[in-house]
């Protein structure tokens, strides 16, 4: 059995075994799921909306969250079985629920387009905590939302030095920094807050610790004998018995919109780009702009093309002069280019971002174009070239999107309509043509405003097929 399976077992099994007790000992636990609980209820959450949650335990999110929500459909999961027996045997949620044995680290068999995603103190649990985050993030609709707490980097404090001042290693799992983790690059942020418990004694805290079934170590921990857990214990009780936990509450919204990305440059991405947002009445933006020392910058053709209000455009991230690469064009400028500056901004409707090139385009040293679209989360609308050649291109495009699990809106050609090549596209790519845009003998906001008339609705778009 793989290293990690062993572990998710053995965790399944202690948390198993501690289900009847677990919420006598879990006042932490209720504590941070009754915090999250609350910042969800903020959230902009529509009627009934569609629930997953990771890591259910017996149901302590769920239940304060349906104090709050109300009816929902509601998805608990939980990588143990008597957990989930125990949660369906004690929740009353408002709506329809089901309940499934799942790894939410690797989701399967989801049905997806979710309002709201949820966890609280199980993802301390993934061994890629940040990869998770973002696989869940798939799993939303466009303006779903992804709420998590779970522990960081200054947790149990005091039982780690309890065992240091004995030149002892505690076997605690090591937790992230708060500041570093994050959902891909959806725009969000993460709060860390602390919450002191006091326990009676050191046996006290140990106990409590079974009574929830937290009690795997970090890989490689060697058990301490009898004698040394004494002295732990005991100096534990010194320091005052106290244990802190540093909780980290993330909350990120996918955004509502698409990518628009090409097989080539000079495809059409940029008045594709301008009649989907005359389309939707969208906001625009071009987070990496290169070539501005021979034009204006996509930017303001697609603000004038597509007839944008000032606050419906918005200015890239980077702007650079030579008509190269962004890997390419930075260096000429002295301009290191920072992913972080990459998150797109938080807007008030759909979004249309625009690519620099092709997939393959490289952004800096490490990241692709492919890359960047992969920690967007969003899904993809495809230009390519209606005539000879765009087969082979456009096919080669679409596995590339797949392979890394990025959904595909569908594709818009340009040029003249070539029907075989449309066809071919379809049945061999598997994906639909959103529209063709002909040749235009004059492309201005009339032109764009034609074209804009034969895209559907981004809402019957985006909704499941």
Same mark, same amino acid.
């Given at each position: 059995?793989?290293?990690?399976?062993?572990?998710?077992?053995?965790?399944?099994?202690?948390?198993?075994?501690?289900?009847?007790?677990?919420?006598?000992?879990?006042?932490?636990?209720?504590?941070?799921?009754?915090?999250?609980?609350?910042?969800?209820?903020?959230?902009?959450?529509?009627?009934?909306?569609?629930? &997953?949650?990771?890591?259910?335990?017996?149901?302590l999110l769920s239940?304060?969250l349906a104090a709050?929500?109300?009816?929902?459909?509601?998805?608990?999961?939980?990588?143990?079985?008597?957990?989930?027996?125990?949660?369906?045997?004690? &929740?009353?949620?408002?709506?329809?629920?089901?309940?499934?044995?799942?790894?939410?680290?690797?989701?399967?068999?989801?049905?997806?387009?979710?309002?709201?995603?949820?966890?609280?103190?199980?993802?301390?649990?993934?061994?890629?905590?940040?990869?998770?985050?973002?696989?869940?993030?798939?799993?939303?609709?466009?303006?779903?939302?992804?709420?998590?707490?779970?522990?960081?980097?200054?947790?149990?404090?005091?039982?780690?030095?309890?065992?240091?001042?004995?030149?002892?290693?505690?076997?605690?799992?090591?937790?992230?920094?708060?500041?570093?983790?994050?959902?891909?690059?959806?725009?969000?942020?993460?709060?860390?807050?602390?919450?002191?418990?006091?326990?009676?004694?050191? &046996?006290?805290?140990?106990?409590?610790?079974?009574?929830?079934?937290?009690?795997?170590?970090?890989?490689?921990?060697?058990?301490?004998?009898?004698?040394?857990?004494? #002295?732990?214990?005991?100096?534990?009780?010194?320091?005052?018995?106290?244990?802190?936990?540093?909780?980290?509450?993330?909350?990120?919204?996918?955004?509502?919109?698409?990518? %628009?990305?090409?097989?080539?440059?000079?495809?059409?991405?940029?008045?594709?780009?301008?009649?989907?947002?005359?389309?939707?009445?969208?906001?625009?933006?071009?987070?990496?702009?290169?070539?501005?020392?021979?034009?204006?910058?996509?930017?303001?053709?697609? !603000?004038?093309? #597509?007839?944008?209000?000032?606050?419906?455009?918005?200015?890239?991230?980077?702007?650079?002069?030579?008509?190269?690469?962004?890997?390419? #064009?930075?260096?000429?400028?002295?301009?290191?280019?920072?992913?972080?500056?990459?998150?797109?901004?938080?807007?008030?409707?759909?979004?249309?971002?625009?690519?620099?090139?092709?997939?393959?385009?490289?952004?800096?040293?490490?990241?692709?174009?492919l890359d960047y679209?992969?920690?967007?989360?969003?899904?993809?609308?495809?230009? !390519?070239?209606?005539?000879?050649?765009?087969?082979?291109?456009?096919?080669?495009?679409?596995?590339?999107?797949?392979?890394?699990?990025?959904?595909?809106?569908?594709? %818009?050609?340009?040029?003249?309509?070539?029907?075989?090549?449309?066809? !071919?596209?379809?049945?061999?790519?598997?994906?639909?043509?959103?529209?063709?845009?002909?040749?235009?003998?004059?492309?201005?906001?009339?032109? %764009? #405003?034609?074209? !804009?008339?034969?895209?559907?609705?981004?809402?019957?778009?985006?909704?499941?097929?």
């Open positions: 059995m793989p290293a990690r399976d062993a572990t998710l077992a053995l965790v399944a099994r202690r948390f198993g075994t501690a289900a009847p007790t677990y919420e006598r000992h879990a006042q932490a636990q209720r504590h941070a799921a009754e915090t999250l609980a609350r910042r969800i209820a903020a959230l902009p959450l529509p009627p009934r909306p569609r629930i &997953l949650e990771i890591g259910c335990g017996t149901g239940q304060a709050s929500l109300g009816e929902a459909d509601w998805t608990l999961t939980d990588l143990s079985p008597d957990m989930l027996a125990q949660a369906r045997a004690t &929740l009353t949620l408002p709506g329809s629920a089901r309940f499934a044995v799942m790894d939410g680290e690797h989701p399967r068999g989801l049905a997806g387009n979710y309002d709201l995603i949820c966890s609280s103190l199980a993802m301390q649990w993934f061994s890629d905590l940040n990869a998770g985050l973002l696989r869940l993030a798939r799993l939303l609709r466009p303006g779903g939302w992804l709420a998590t707490a779970t522990l960081a980097n200054g947790s149990f404090t005091e039982w780690q030095q309890a065992h240091e001042g004995l030149g002892l290693r505690a076997g605690t799992p090591a937790y992230p920094a708060a500041d570093s983790i994050h959902a891909g690059l959806l725009p969000g942020s993460v709060v860390a807050q602390a919450h002191r418990q006091q326990h009676r004694d050191g &046996l006290d805290f140990v106990r409590a610790l079974k009574g929830i079934g937290a009690t795997v170590p970090r890989a490689g921990h060697r058990p301490l004998n009898a004698g040394q857990l004494r #002295a732990v214990m005991h100096r534990f009780e010194q320091q005052g018995a106290q244990v802190t936990y540093q909780f980290a509450y993330g909350q990120w919204q996918r955004p509502q919109g698409v990518f %628009v990305t090409g097989t080539d440059t000079g495809v059409g991405k940029t008045l594709v780009s301008a009649v989907l947002a005359r389309a939707w009445q969208a906001h625009y933006w071009k987070p990496l702009q290169t070539g501005l020392a021979d034009e204006p910058g996509d930017s303001a053709t697609v !603000a004038e093309l #597509a007839q944008l209000p000032p606050a419906r455009r918005h200015d890239p991230a980077y702007a650079l002069q030579a008509p190269l690469s962004p890997w390419a #064009a930075a260096p000429l400028e002295q301009v290191r280019i920072d992913p972080r500056r990459l998150v797109p901004p938080v807007v008030d409707g759909p979004l249309v971002i625009e690519g620099a090139g092709g997939l393959y385009v490289p952004i800096d040293d490490t990241h692709m174009m679209i992969a920690a967007l989360g969003m899904p993809v609308v495809l230009a !390519a070239r209606s005539g000879l050649g765009t087969i082979n291109h456009t096919l080669l495009s679409l596995q590339a999107l797949r392979q890394r699990e990025i959904p595909v809106l569908g594709v %818009v050609m340009s040029g003249p309509p070539s029907p075989g090549n449309r066809l !071919a596209i379809e049945r061999f790519g598997q994906t639909r043509i959103l529209a063709e845009i002909p040749q235009l003998d004059c492309v201005d906001a009339a032109a %764009v #405003a034609r074209q !804009a008339e034969a895209i559907a609705p981004l809402d019957a778009l985006l909704a499941p097929r």
